[in-house]
């Protein structure tokens, strides 16, 4: 009988040196040794699996990446030191001067600044498709398209992309379907089990879950693995080995740790969604999310992140922030601290208002990422804060 995830996750990859360690040890090492020059002349030759340098191959990051690897059900990947180094080498590595790139609209801030800024310097074209429209897609597709880019759920509106109707639509138009899964994670969401040909992440977030640390993972088919870990390293975005052991260790409590946060913001949002201080209030496990069916086809849960428009705007905004006294005001998302945003006046400062508008940044818009905190701790916060806005 095939071991389910959660047990694959924990038991794959464990590197012991004869010391016998239960727990990886970490490989703090740039080099690697050989005993001789025939050794390291068939290394270097590829006919070994031996590592060479901590910027190509790594004991403690191969633990890591594997174990993405068996969560996502994906052949192989390459782990990089950030999200953002993973998103760029799966573009560089893939795209060329005169191909076309589909992206949807919603994507994370710094995705956005890569595709505009800097892919265009290489004669590489994009089109931005609504994320949830997809009757828009097809007018997108042109003879050079080569690459579907989404992110879902989309962040921070939480809309949902249908990952089912993605993997048939990049298929039909023969497109790498790419899938940044870093809000959902893969103990909720699995994208190539739909299609999906690449899933990139940010492991800062969830997959560390903590608030310690950067990292990033590409997986995915084996062949286009292959064209990503050539680029990374001759470029260098290694995940550093130290990053790689303790994100390893993370993953085997990621599961559970994202059913609480799961449970957790599932009760603050049916708690504030009737707020008399709210105009909307969106969570992909509530009836009342526009695609409530799609996620709960597509997702095991409705994940650790809630947002919801205050009816007071941008100074409603500023007051919420203002007056909570416990929930972190940070940049960052998936702790075991709750966290509250309000991308308008942060994040998504630099968009014009329409650029907002068109990704649906409103005003108002609070996001919240849900710790692992007593869920009544964070919504009792919640709540005296959006009184005094
Ligand atoms: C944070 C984030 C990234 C970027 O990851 P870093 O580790 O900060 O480089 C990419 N995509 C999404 C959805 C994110 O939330």
Redesign the pocket.
């Given at each position: 009988m095939s071991q389910h995830p959660q047990t694959k996750v924990i038991r794959t990859g464990v590197a012991r040196t004869n010391q016998m360690e239960h727990s990886s040890p970490l490989f703090l090492t740039s080099s690697f040794c050989f005993d001789n020059a025939e050794e390291m002349r068939a290394t270097f030759a590829d006919e070994t699996d031996n590592n060479i340098y901590s910027r190509f191959s790594n004991p403690s990051v191969k633990e890591f990446t594997d174990r993405v690897v068996v969560l996502e059900g994906a052949e192989e990947g390459y782990a990089t030191?950030?999200?953002?180094?993973?998103?760029f080498a799966s573009f560089m590595a893939l795209l060329k001067t005169g191909d076309h790139l589909i992206s949807c609209n919603a994507?994370?801030g710094?995705?956005h600044t890569i595709i505009t800024k800097f892919l265009s310097r290489y004669g590489i074209e994009y089109t931005y498709v609504p994320a949830t429209n997809t009757d828009d897609w097809e007018k997108a597709v042109r003879p050079n398209t080569k690459m579907l880019y989404l992110?879902t759920p989309?962040?921070p509106g939480l809309d949902i992309i249908d990952l089912e109707f993605a993997g048939k639509f990049a298929k039909k138009h023969h497109l790498i379907l790419n899938v940044?899964n870093?809000?959902a994670t893969p103990v909720c969401q699995r994208p190539i089990d739909f299609g999906a040909d690449l899933v990139?992440?940010?492991?800062?977030?969830w997959m560390d879950g903590q608030g310690r640390m950067?990292?990033?993972v590409v997986v995915g088919k084996s062949e286009l693995i292959h064209d990503i870990y050539l680029f990374c390293r001759s470029t260098g975005p290694a995940l550093s080995p130290f990053n790689a052991w303790v994100l390893s260790k993370s993953l085997e409590t990621l599961d559970v740790r994202m059913e609480r946060h799961a449970s957790n913001a599932l009760h603050i949002a049916k708690s504030l969604e009737s707020h008399p201080g709210i105009s909307w209030l969106k969570y992909p496990y509530l009836k009342s999310h526009p695609q409530h069916n799609i996620a709960v086809k597509q997702m095991k849960n409705g994940g650790g992140i809630v947002c919801f428009e205050l009816k007071g705007g941008l100074e409603a905004g500023r007051n919420f922030l203002n007056n909570l006294k416990m929930l972190s005001l940070t940049a960052?998302?998936?702790d075991t601290k709750s966290i509250a945003s309000h991308p308008a006046s942060t994040t998504h400062a630099k968009l014009s208002e329409k650029e907002r508008q068109d990704v649906n940044i409103t005003p108002g818009l609070i996001r919240i990422s849900v710790g692992l905190e007593h869920a009544d701790d964070v919504l009792a916060d919640i709540k005296q804060a959006l009184d005094k806005a």
């Open positions: 030191a950030s999200g953002m180094s993973a998103i994507i994370f710094s995705t992110e989309t962040n940044d870093c809000f990139v992440h940010s492991a800062t977030k950067l990292g990033g960052n998302l998936g």
